[in-house]
């Protein structure tokens, strides 16, 4: 039994260590909004936070969150920045089929937690390697912008 702070609420999983927390969030707590991208890191669309930063879901083993706080999609929309950073993109008017929307969500929140008003370098490097097939990259950025209080 491994247990973790998953979106505030302490959870509780009987599953192996070694399970991809991605499965465990999917199969096992129906958090569907963190999505199955590649399997390998390559693309993002699994992207959580645990402790507060941007990790791959689909790489990371249940055991990495034992005692700790992940936060999906699901969570986000509960707190000040999450509101902040969706709100935003509505405004910017971001996803086309937004598959992977909910990384690039919670891989912006983490930025702007960090950097409350990013540099375009930081931008860049925050979302790098997070892959929109739909190439709203440029909306993307915006939308951060916006969400940290800036202009489009």
């Known amino acids: 039994m491994?247990?973790?702070y998953?979106?505030?609420?302490?959870?509780?999983?009987?599953?192996?260590?070694g399970t991809p927390l991605l499965w465990v969030l999917r199969d096992h707590l129906q958090m569907t909004g963190t999505k199955y991208g590649c399997g390998i890191a390559q693309c993002g669309a699994c992207t959580v936070h645990l402790d507060g930063h941007a990790i791959r879901s689909c790489v990371t083993p249940l055991s990495m969150a034992s005692g700790r706080k992940v936060a999906t999609i699901e969570g986000l929309a509960d707190t000040v920045l999450g509101k902040k950073v969706q709100s935003a993109?509505?405004?910017?008017?971001?996803?086309?089929?937004?598959?992977?929307?909910?990384?690039?969500?919670?891989?912006?929140a983490a930025l702007l937690h960090e950097h409350p008003h990013p540099s375009d370098s930081q931008i860049a490097d925050a979302m790098d390697g997070i892959l929109?097939?739909?190439?709203?990259?440029?909306?993307?950025?915006?939308?951060?912008?916006?969400?940290?209080g800036g202009e489009k």
């Open 2 to 4: 491994i247990s973790f």
């Open 6 to 17: 998953l979106n505030g609420k302490e959870t509780r999983v009987d599953a192996d260590p």
């Open 89 to 108: 993109w509505h405004e910017v008017d971001v996803p086309q089929c937004g598959y992977c929307q909910s990384g690039q969500i919670m891989a912006a």
């Open 132 to 148: 929109c097939r739909c190439g709203t990259y440029n909306r993307i950025r915006a939308a951060i912008k916006v969400a940290s």
